[in-house]
Every structure is written in C-alpha cells, then in structure tokens.
C-alpha cells in the first residue's frame, strides 16, 4: 500500500495543534523549590509528561509512566526496540516575550510558545507519525517506544531512570535536534568556580546575578554597586550601553547603584548566537576600582571568559576535523556578600580533548576554586550505519534534496544515550533556530512536515 505521508499529515494538522496547545498551556519548568513525591522534578514536568501520555491511552497505545519522571507509549511487540526519544519539559521563559510564552499563539503560519521548538512540537510531530502509521494499520516487525523525558533541559533524571530500569532500546532517534540528521554530539562537561565573598573600599560589589541555566547564554545580568561618585559611574554605564550591543538601565537604590544590561539569551552549544549580558556586565564593572575576591570574580569573567566563546584566553581551544570547535558558555554568574562568587562554565568539545585537561586550563587561569559538575563523553555513529542512511533516504525523498549529509553538532540530545542513537529533526535548514531563546517558535507547516517524515521514518525503520 503506497502511502502519501505528506498529504496524510495534513488530515492530521487540526488535531495535532489542539494537542500542542495543551501541553504548550503547562509551564513545565524544572521547580527544585517544590518537589513532593508526586512531582519529583516539580509540578510542571510531571503533569506535562502525563499529559503526552494521556494523548497515547487516548489513541489506543499501551503507556506506562515511570515513576513520574519519565513514561513511554508503546506500539507492537519484538525482540528489537525502536526508541523515539522527547521531552516534556522546557527551558525557563526568561524575559522579551512579545506573547505569553505559556499560550500557543499562532501568527502568520508561525506556532509561538516555549516548547514549539525545543521540544513540544517536534516531539509532538513524532508521536503524531506512530499515530498516524497505527491508524493505516501498519504493524512493526518490532517493539517502538516513545519515550518522555521529563529534566532534559537539566540533569536528564528521568531518561537515566528509564536506562536503569528497561533495557537498551536496539536503536533509535530524537526529534529534538534539526534535519536533515546529527550522528555525532559533541562532549559536555559544566564546572563551577568559586570565589570568596571580600569586597575592597573604594567599589563595593553588593551583588551580582546573572543566567538562568548552564547551557544558556545569560539574556541578563543585574549589578548592585557602592561607590563614592554614584553619577561619574551612572556616566561610564550609559556610555557602555551606547558602544555595545546591549540595552540596559540605571537607578540609584538605597544600597547603592543598581546597573542592568539586556543582552540576547541563545542555546549553549553556540554562544556567538546569544550576546553575554553576564560577561558584559562583568566587562564594564572591570574597569572600576573593585579589590580582592569582588575584583577577582569580575576581573576573570570580564576579561578571561568574556567574548571568548572557543577559550582562547584560558588556553582551552581546540579543533576536530569531524567534529569541530570546542565552545564554552558562561552560563551563570553570581556574586553576593556572605556567598561569594560563582561562575558556572559549560563546554562542548569535540573528540581529541577531554574534560579532564579543561578542568586543568581553568584550574590553571584562575586562583579560585574549580569544580566540575557534570559531564557526558562525545558521541559518533557511522554514516554508514543503517539508521543513518534509512533515514536521510525519507528525508531525501520527502524534502527532494540531494546527497544530503549528517552533521556533527555541540548540542545534547537523549540519543547520545544510546549506542546507535542520532538526533533527526525538527529544524528544517534555513529556519531560524530559538531554541532556548525568548519569542521561541515553529513554523506550523515545518511542524506537520516533519509529521510527515517521521511517520514514513518509523514505517521503514520497523517493517
């Protein structure tokens, strides 16, 4: 039977945004401030991974949650699993919204809302392929899993829980990435550098904040400061604003002199995509007569990390062939006068380097303490490896273009976690990318593509 899987994705367009509407509503941020036992991650990423599932028993799918932290929507039986790999929760919304990031707003063609990129609505496009390969009674030849994640944008707790209680899938992908199709991931390893909490006389540093997450680049920083000429300083700040790309304002408080900068918040696994309003910020303060570990912390961020994104300044740098450029981002970056300082750093590096010998550069750029926080090795399949080809087949076929390749890339997606995982849409080339940015969004025509190319994906990776 010869299947039109774009026409047929069509018929499904009204009922898939109803569904993406939903779970767009649950704001299903990480809230570590109010776990409970029924929501382990906090209320937000437990109700949307129930809320996925409640779409599977809907649709006459086998489902099963785990524990709260992570469930999966089962369809036919085997040997052999084919796991399709999504999550549930999103990135804080963060500020520059021009719509409520937690309501599906469609605008000219184009699905706003946090999650309709990262990773609702193209998770919602795969789950949308299975239902469509179940209801033209297409039986697999072995067991596929979709699997909902519910702390990707995190520590991945509930995917490393799923690992741990059911076997490794035989293979499988993530819509979680962009087409035409990622086979390699780079290395990611975050540390934490800390700083006393001394302040000089001359400029009293009273706190510092900036970044809401590692792997984002801060879209904000927020500065209090003390010093003997509040409008000599105002002057310098206003004249920072006009020759950098950056917005920001001033007041005086009561504790001194409050300074915020805007910047652009963007995906870690490219920072030159963001511009760094912690690192500004930081960049500006150096410039004052800031004394021992206020001067330190500033000094370091605003010189040595600052608009450095390959880590030249720390002698970190380094180059693959296949896999390219190491990155860092300066994911957070605070600094108050009973904790002291932190700056929180995230890599992607590709082989040929380790996390090992960056902990040592930074040990060795800076005085302050570095710890290393967290870590996950680079990860390759072949392009010769069947998924890989099937794969790109569809995609050729359906898209009309030629001789496509794979791409390696510094993002982390869950098919790391698998030996023969790749990550395969659903950013289309030549669309803008907003992952992890505000204003986050999805061409709905690029949504229901990509429906359309996971279910014939699915067809012909199981029969």
């Given at each position: 039977m010869a299947i039109d899987w774009q026409e047929l994705s069509q018929s499904y367009k009204e009922d898939y945004l109803k569904d993406l509407e939903e779970m767009i509503s649950i704001a299903s941020v990480r809230d570590d401030e109010h776990t409970t036992d029924e929501f382990p991650l906090g209320e937000g990423p437990t109700k949307a991974m129930k809320k996925f599932l409640s779409f599977g028993e809907r649709d006459g799918f086998k489902t099963k949650n785990l524990d709260n932290i992570v469930g999966y929507i089962e369809y036919g039986e085997g040997d052999q699993t084919l796991a399709i790999q999504s999550h549930a929760d999103v990135m804080p919304a963060g500020d520059g919204?021009?719509?409520?990031?937690?309501?599906?707003?469609?605008?000219?063609?184009?699905?706003?809302?946090?999650?309709?990129?990262?990773?609702?609505?193209p998770g919602l496009a795969a789950y949308y392929g299975l239902k469509m390969m179940k209801d033209q009674g297409l039986v697999p030849n072995m067991k596929i899993r979709l699997i909902v994640g519910t702390d990707e944008e995190s520590d991945w707790t509930g995917m490393k829980h799923y690992f741990e209680v059911e076997p490794q899938p035989t293979f499988g992908f993530s819509p979680d990435a962009e087409f035409p199709l990622?086979?390699?991931?780079?290395?990611?390893?975050?540390?934490?550098?800390?700083?006393?909490?001394?302040?000089?006389?001359?400029?009293?540093?009273?706190?510092?904040?900036?970044?809401?997450?590692?792997?984002?680049?801060?879209?904000?920083?927020?500065?209090?400061?003390e010093t003997s000429d509040n409008q000599a300083f105002v002057d310098e700040f206003t004249k920072f604003l006009d020759t950098n790309p950056l917005s920001g304002d001033v007041k005086v408080t009561g504790d001194g002199v409050q300074v915020h900068v805007i910047g652009k918040a963007a995906h870690a696994m490219e920072p030159k995509n963001g511009v760094n309003a912690g690192t500004y910020l930081a960049k500006f303060l150096s410039q004052f007569n800031f004394d021992k570990?206020?001067?330190?912390?500033?000094?370091?961020?605003?010189?040595?990390?600052?608009?450095?994104?390959?880590?030249?300044?720390?002698?970190?740098?380094?180059?693959?062939?296949?896999?390219?450029?190491?990155?860092?981002?300066?994911?957070?970056?605070?600094?108050?006068?009973?904790?002291?300082?932190?700056?929180?750093?995230?890599?992607?590096?590709?082989?040929?380097?380790?996390?090992?010998?960056?902990?040592?550069?930074?040990?060795?750029?800076?005085?302050?303490?570095?710890?290393?926080?967290?870590?996950?090795?680079?990860?390759?399949?072949?392009?010769?490896?069947?998924?890989?080809?099937?794969?790109?087949?569809?995609?050729?076929?359906?898209?009309?273009?030629?001789?496509?390749?794979?791409?390696?890339?510094?993002?982390?997606?869950?098919?790391?976690?698998?030996?023969?995982?790749?990550?395969?849409?659903?950013?289309?080339?030549?669309?803008?990318?907003?992952?992890?940015?505000?204003?986050?969004?999805?061409?709905?025509?690029?949504?229901?593509?990509?429906?359309a190319i996971y279910g014939e994906s699915i067809f012909e990776l199981t029969k």
């Open positions: 919204w021009d719509t409520d990031p937690f309501t599906l707003t469609i605008k000219d063609g184009i699905a706003y809302g946090r999650g309709t990129s990262d990773d609702k609505g990622i086979n390699g991931e780079k290395g990611n390893s975050t540390y934490e550098i800390k700083f006393g909490n001394q302040n000089g006389e001359d400029f009293v540093l009273r706190s510092f904040d900036s970044g809401l997450r590692t792997n984002m680049v801060p879209g904000n920083a927020v500065a209090v400061v570990d206020a001067k330190q912390f500033i000094e370091f961020a605003g010189n040595e990390l600052h608009d450095d994104s390959r880590a030249h300044k720390i002698n970190a740098a380094y180059t693959d062939d296949i896999m390219g450029d190491l990155t860092m981002n300066v994911g957070i970056l605070t600094f108050d006068e009973k904790n002291g300082g932190l700056i929180n750093t995230n890599f992607r590096y590709p082989k040929g380097t380790s996390d090992e010998e960056i902990l040592d550069k930074l040990k060795a750029a800076t005085s302050a303490d570095v710890v290393e926080t967290g870590h996950m090795v680079p990860h390759y399949v072949s392009k010769d490896d069947p998924i890989v080809k099937t794969l790109l087949g569809v995609y050729e076929k359906q898209t009309g273009e030629k001789n496509v390749e794979p791409e390696v890339v510094g993002g982390g997606t869950y098919a790391r976690m698998m030996n023969r995982g790749v990550a395969f849409g659903a950013l289309f080339p030549g669309t803008q990318d907003t992952m992890h940015q505000a204003n986050e969004f999805q061409p709905v025509d690029d949504l229901i593509k990509a429906m």
